[in-house]
């Protein structure tokens, strides 16, 4: 399987490649040159392998679709090796709780950071070891995080052989328990810098860093964020683990609702369907940084400014320029690397949006993509959480509120809606206790966490201060 680069950049390259390099040269994400698809026998052999065998067992045959450059017996060890019980708290590693009315929630917060981005960044821990290893390589990750990236790639890397981390974070706009997690930890790997500004800020940096080629080629800078398609493919697994666990056979649709900022997680279920998931519908759920809602309703993709930015009780989709949203475009816009360039590089730089409302690959996003969205608000949110908790007994977080939230408004009879959940609810404790009046369960191994020594570097939003510490930490 070769990649190419959503603007354009048509030079073969494998899996590892990409997996170590984050961005393409040009500027843009690598897709795979197409989706494998997946027919019937295999869907039924699938649903075999996930029930009786193991969670770990269905990532193989899923990645293995799309990584060939790794020995099989390998990568099955590595499935092997990243989701167990001892990690993720279950067998079943992403169980599904029926909630009400054909409305489920899969549970993807079980991993070390309380957060669905370990369901990837473990798999990436290992990959990176794998890889680096194999070629006696080191690598410098460079992230962004509005909240549960950073632990959960920190945990991944903490210890690694050949990795450090560098990850920046908004300064003041994560939880207490959010920057307690990642500003805690003393692995000498391991480096938070505190960006003063939001989380879009952080992610332009990112993209500064790698634009910038000499440097990454230097300092070998790679990337943890949704960007990294390894991390994207890893979440399109438990998208078929949620399908066969609501439905009984293969002829069944069903629809998912994903809380979104930045458009990875969502952006994985759009994979999952084009390859031959039966999905219904895919349905974006934000919070009051609306930038995805708002181009799914009227096909204007509009970035706001740091000053519009709204920080809010759903802090991690505090985001206003959806990254991971160029990939969806491409496949929109007929894999036309060119147009895709000129939308994401000139178009937004110059106007800070672009309008496909006139376009008619647009209405296709409904039609034949299956997305449609919705809106939450922090009402919204605490209304969602104590209803769900006097109703079902069932303590959610502010982001998976914004989801059931939306998800309700879609619900289709006959067709079971999952809500993707994305954290547990202790990392937004001020919130559950606005909502419930009491405090949301604490793992023991998170007691005090806040109180920990903190290490963390404060600096301006300039890409150039970044460098220069990442060249003064390698040296």
């Known amino acids: 399987m070769n990649y190419l680069s959503t603007r354009g950049d048509t030079t073969p390259r494998r899996f590892c490649d990409i997996l170590l390099e984050g961005l393409a040269p040009d500027g843009g994400l690598y897709l795979p040159e197409r989706y494998p698809q997946v027919d019937a026998a295999t869907l039924a052999r699938w649903r075999r392998v996930y029930h009786e065998q193991s969670y770990a067992d269905l990532a193989f045959e899923v990645l293995s679709l799309y990584i060939d450059d790794i020995p099989a ?33 899969e549970a993807l917060s079980n991993g070390p950071t309380l957060a669905f981005k370990d369901m990837a960044m473990q798999l990436l821990g290992h990959l990176f070891e794998y890889e680096l290893a194999r070629r006696g390589e080191q690598l410098n990750i460079l992230g962004a995080t509005s909240g549960d990236t950073g632990s959960a790639a920190e945990y991944a890397m903490r210890g690694k052989q050949g990795v450090r981390v560098f990850m920046t974070s908004p300064q003041g706009r994560m939880s207490p328990f959010q920057q307690a997690q990642m500003f805690s930890l003393q692995d000498a790997n391991i480096h938070n810098i505190a960006i003063e500004g939001v989380f879009d800020d952080c992610q332009d940096i990112v993209k500064a860093v790698s634009n910038d080629l000499e440097f990454k080629r230097k300092y070998k800078i790679g990337t943890v964020n949704s960007i990294n398609w390894a991390r994207l493919l ?8 949620g399908y066969f666990q609501a ?58 400014a740091s000053a519009d930015t709204h920080e809010t009780s759903s802090p991690s989709m505090d985001i206003s ?10 496949d929109l816009l ?38 449609v969205s919705g809106k939450s608000t922090h009402a919204d949110r605490l209304a969602t959480i104590r209803d769900c908790w006097s109703r079902h007994g069932l303590m959610i977080d502010t982001h998976t509120a914004d989801g059931v939230k939306v998800a309700r408004e879609h619900l289709r009879p006959g067709v079971p809606m999952v809500v993707l959940e994305t954290a547990l609810p202790i990392k937004f404790a001020g919130t559950i206790v606005e909502a419930l009046g009491r405090e949301p369960e ?11 020594p903190k290490r963390v570097k404060d600096m301006p939003a300039d890409a150039e201060q970044v460098k220069a510490y990442i060249a003064a930490h390698c040296a």
Request: charged share 25%; proline share 4%; with cysteine.
């Open 442 to 452: 604490r793992p023991g191994k998170f007691v005090g966490i806040e109180d920990l």
């Open 234 to 241: 890893a979440q399109v697994v438990y998208y078929f683990a």
């Open 321 to 330: 320029k959806a990254s991971n949203f160029e990939r969806f475009v491409f």
């Open 334 to 371: 007929g894999r036309d690397g060119a147009r895709t360039a000129e939308l994401f590089g000139p178009q937004l730089a110059q106007n800070g949006r672009f309008d496909l409302s006139t376009d008619p690959a647009f209405a296709e996003a409904a039609t034949r993509y299956g997305f």
């Open 73 to 105: 017996a390998d990568l099955r060890a590595i499935c092997h090796k990243t989701y167990t019980a001892e990690v993720f708290g279950t067998g079943e590693i992403v169980p599904l709780r029926h909630v009400e009315n054909g409305l489920w929630l």
């Open 247 to 304: 439905t009984q056979d293969d002829s069944q649709k069903l629809s998912f609702t994903v809380p979104s900022g930045n458009f990875g997680n969502v952006c994985a279920g759009h994979v999952a369907r084009m390859m031959g998931l039966p999905i219904d519908k895919l349905v974006v759920a934000t919070n009051e940084n609306d930038v995805l809602d708002e181009f799914f309703r009227t096909g204007v993709y509009r970035v706001r």
